[in-house]
Every structure is written in C-alpha cells, then in structure tokens.
C-alpha cells in the first residue's frame, strides 16, 4: 500500500491535502446525518479537552480573588466602620424618644433632631497631664470644625472642642474638672449641670435639692439650654444618690455613658444647619467657655 505522504513530498503539499480533508470533513458533517450522531456519541470525548483548556481562566480568576488589593479591603473596612459608627450614633436618640412618648410636643420635635449633621473623626492623641481629659482629633477647620461644637461617639456625649487647628482640633471631655454641661433626667424632665469630677468614669450633678425625684438608674441628656450642645444625646447614668438630712442638698454622681477612655472613632455634631462654610468667621460661635 504506497502511503499518502512520501518522504519527499512538500510540507505544503502536507497541508494542502489535510485542509482539503478538513473542509470535505466539515461540508460532509453540516449534510450527512451520521455525522450528527457521530458527533453527538463522541461528545464525551472531547469533555476532558474543554475542561483542560478552562482550567487556567479559572485558576487565574481565584488567585486574583485571594490577592485583592490589600488598600482597597482597608479602604472599604474604613468606610463600613463610619458608616456603622452614624447609624449607632443616631440611634442612641432612641433612648431619649422613648422617654418623650408622654409628652407630645417633644415627641412631635424628634424627628427634627434626629437630622444632625456630622462628621467623622479619630483620637490621634491624648493630653499628657492626668488632671487634664483633653483629646485630639484629626479634624480641624478644613473640615469646617469650629470652638464650641459638641463631640460624641456611639454611647452618649464625649465634651466639646476648645483649640481647632487647621489639620486637627482639641477636644475637652465631659469629666475634666473644669467642664459642665446642662442636662435633664429622661424619665420625668428634671434639669440639672453635669458637673466633670476629674475622673474619667464619674460625674457630678451640682446643687440637686434633697426632696428632688431622682433614682439610681436614671438617664441623664442634654437639655440644650444654652446652645452649646443640642439636646436629647446621652450624657450619663445615675450611679448614686445621697441624702443627708442635715444638707438642703443631695449628692448625686453618674457614669458616663460615652466610651471616654477607649473610643477611637468620634463624631462632630454640626446641628440640623448643618456645616459652616469654610472661612466664614462671621457666622461661627463665640468661644468655648467650659460648664458654658
């Protein structure tokens, strides 16, 4: 039998007669139906091959899963971080709003004071001196922080800032002996000062006369009276209660309920006017004076 490639035929006379199979093998499978059911039983065959020729496309594709941009993660994780820290920062209002059911005149004002505007910051640094709760944060007026504005975090009310840089601020905590800030007892309306006692878990409520209603237990908020901080944010919880028959007044202490010694994440309350414009000094508030 003479074979139909000679040791001297050509490599393109090779490829002329194999095309021309082909393209018989290709017009023969498109009209003869054997060749429909010959492809359709031999289709398992070639499984292995499609599966071969996949398999890089798909290793590729998990090793650029496992090593995704180790920036971006952060940067996501950043993202979700602030967004979570508003959403539990706006729901500690509920504290109050529950509270203010009874009273239909507040209760039809909550919806207004739940629409602060705020901005996310984060302790950068702690003051030196123990007597001195003071904080930084990396705020300042580029971000159109101003003296005076009310900070807190996720708990309740954190102090007020008192020096604002360009690129960061100073926060005076809630605790520092020099500090003071107007509060209500949630349950029945009482109003009082929350006075800092210079440590960081206790607070002090001035000049409460021995007869007043207040228990261990109660919440303490902002009032808003004086419009330093606005009202209805979580400053404390009465801790103890002392009466002495001989006083005209009680000595009352609370807990903070702000995370004072390990927040990381803060928020800087601009009320529901929302943000100053930058460098607009005629419209910011007066100096921060503290117990103001």
Same mark, same amino acid.
């Given at each position: ?108 004002? +909550?919806?207004?004071?739940?629409? $602060? ?11 030196? $001196? ?22 807190? $975090? ?31 007892? +949630? ?106």
């Amino acid at each position: 039998m003479k074979p139909v490639f000679s040791q001297r035929s050509s490599i393109g006379q090779r490829l002329l007669i194999l095309g021309g199979l082909a393209l018989m093998l290709i017009f023969l499978s498109q009209r003869l139906p054997f060749f429909e059911k010959l492809r359709e039983k031999s289709s398992w065959l070639v499984a292995p091959f499609y599966w071969l020729v996949d398999t890089p496309s798909k290793i590729v594709a998990d090793i650029r899963l496992q090593f995704a941009s180790r920036n971006e993660l952060l940067a996501e994780n950043e993202r979700l971080r602030a967004e979570a820290l508003i959403l539990e920062a706006r729901m500690q209002k509920y504290v109050e709003l529950s509270a203010e059911n009874v009273r239909l005149r507040e209760l039809m004002n +909550s919806a207004e004071r739940l629409r $602060d505007t705020v901005v996310v910051a984060e302790v950068v640094g702690v003051a030196a $001196d123990p007597n001195r709760h003071v904080i930084t944060v990396d705020k300042g007026s580029r971000q159109n922080a101003f003296v005076g504005q009310p900070v807190i $975090d996720a708990q309740g009310l954190v102090g007020q800032l008192i020096e604002v840089g360009k690129l960061y601020s100073r926060v005076l905590m809630i605790t520092d002996a020099s500090h003071a800030v107007p509060v209500r007892v +949630s349950r029945n309306g009482l109003r009082a000062v929350a006075q800092g006692t210079g440590l960081i878990d206790e607070l002090r409520l001035a000049h409460v006369a021995a007869t007043t209603d207040i228990r261990v237990g109660d919440i303490l908020v902002s009032s808003g009276l004086g419009g330093r901080f606005p009202a209805g944010y979580p400053v404390g919880e009465v801790t103890e209660v002392l009466i002495d028959p001989g006083k005209p007044f009680a000595e009352v202490r609370a807990r903070p309920l702000a995370e004072l010694d390990r927040g990381r994440n803060l928020l800087l309350v601009f009320g529901k006017s929302g943000m100053l414009s930058e460098g607009d000094s005629s419209v910011q508030p007066e100096q921060a004076v503290p117990g103001a």
